[in-house]
Structures are given as structure tokens and as C-alpha cells.
């Protein structure tokens, strides 16, 4: 990703600091800000911090004005340029810069530890967009000198699929119907032309076999002997009767 170098970009602003001379370090143990003359800060203004590409700048100016009193450029956090003091939460040794090449070192105070706690997250946020943006970057170089993989075909290559046991299907697959004449299949546990037992086992007399030709005879006419499909022909052969007797004598006929 291509870097905007004249892009500033505004991080944090606190409308108050104070900034301490300082005694020089008595130890490696760190800084105190004990040791400092904290009643009597050399001077007072508003801080603002920027970012201009990888960059961080911590400015002191005048609250009124504008004017720049001092500035401290950040490369890194944590760091030489920006130490946190050992015995508070409140205030930092920062490492200002003239642009000449001299630098010194002054105390950084905040009136609230929420001021202090926003100054601290917001030079760590920026680092850690630029830590992600270089192992991206990094990531980005090595995808492009690895050499790609090439899966096409080349010319006159070929591929054998082997699909395995696949049973083909028979062009009459489908099994024909058995043509059983109209009749219907017989009961569960009687075979064909038998006779089925009782539940006591007792052997019962075989039911009358219906003749298979005359059911097949869909179209002769029935017989004489055979009973009339007609389930009311009696009933109204016998109120056709009715109507020709004579009345009985004690009976009236409603008519």
C-alpha cells in the first residue's frame, strides 16, 4: 500500500498540559515525579498529537495563539522518546527536538488521569496500525515473488476419469405386470387353489372355486340359472304383485 507522506492526520488533542524541568536521571531505575517542582510547571499550553505516514508528533502550543513551543517526533512507542515515569500515571519524560539536530528532555504533566490514559492509547493505536501495515505489506511481497501455481491443461494432455462400478441399466428395465386375469391375489396364508385353516385348526369346508371362464366372459349374457345382478329386481317384482291382489276384507288401501 502506497504511503501518503503529506497527509497529516490528527490523533488527540488535550486543552491543558504542563511541562517540568527535570533533574538529570539519578539511576537506570527510571524517572520520578516526585523529584520534579510540580506546583511550578515552566510553562503551560495545549499538546495535540499528529501522524504523517509512520510518523508521530507530539506538539506543545499556545492555547491562545497556536504558536509551536516544542515539538517531539515518535518513531516508536514505547520508546527513548516517550518514558513513562515509575511513581505516576499522569506524567511522561518526552524527548524534544529543535529540527537542528539538538534535543532535550522536559517533563509532561496532565491535571486528569483520563487526559493522560487518552495520550497513552492514542500513540498506541498508531503503532499498531503501522506494525499490521508492514507485516501487510510484507505478505503482499512475498505473494508476488512466489511464483503461481499453473493448474491449466497443456496442449495434448488428457485426463481418465475412472468413475468406478456402475452398473448399467437394461433398456427393459421396467418389469411387465403379470396378467392375472382380473382375479386378486389371495389372502395372506393361502396358497393358491387351498384352503385356509381356522384359527382352532379345525379344517373348514373349501369354499366353492369361482369358474375362471366365466369371470374372464365379460361379454356373454348370463345364464338362466345364474341369479340376477339386479339387487332390487325382487322388491320390485314383488310391489308390482302387490298392486294386483285384492284388498283383504278389515284392511283399507291408502292409494
Partial sequence: MAEDNSYE?????KPEVHVYRIPPRASNRGYRAADW????????GRMKI?????????????KNTGELFAQAPVDQYPGSVVEAVTDSSRYFVIRIEDGNGRHAFIGLGFADRGDSFD?????QDHFKWVKQEGELAKMEASQTAAPKLDLSFKEGQTIK????????KDAGGVKPRPVGG??????PGVKAGGVQLPPGGQPTVAAAQPNAATLLDFGSPTSA?????DLWGDFTSAG????????KPGWVQFS
Avoid: R
Avoid at 517542582?37 to 503551560?44: I, M, V
Avoid at 495520550?119 to 500513540?123: G, K, P, S, T
Avoid at 382380473?182 to 389372502?187: E, F, K, N
Avoid at 340359472?225 to 345382478?229: C, G
Fill in 119 to 123: 495520550f497513552n492509547v492514542a500513540l
Fill in 225 to 229: 340359472t345364474q341369479p340376477s345382478s
Fill in 9 to 13: 492526520s490528527m490523533l488527540c488533542v
Fill in 50 to 62: 499528529t501522524a504523517k505516514g509512520k510518523m508521530a508528533f507530539i506538539k506543545l502550543e499556545d
Fill in 182 to 187: 382380473g382375479l386378486l391375489p389371495p389372502p
Fill in 37 to 44: 517542582k510540580l506546583d511550578e510547571p515552566a510553562w503551560s
Fill in 161 to 168: 476419469i475412472s468413475l468406478g462400478n456402475i452398473k448399467k
Fill in 240 to 247: 308390482s304383485n302387490s298392486n294386483n291382489d285384492a284388498v
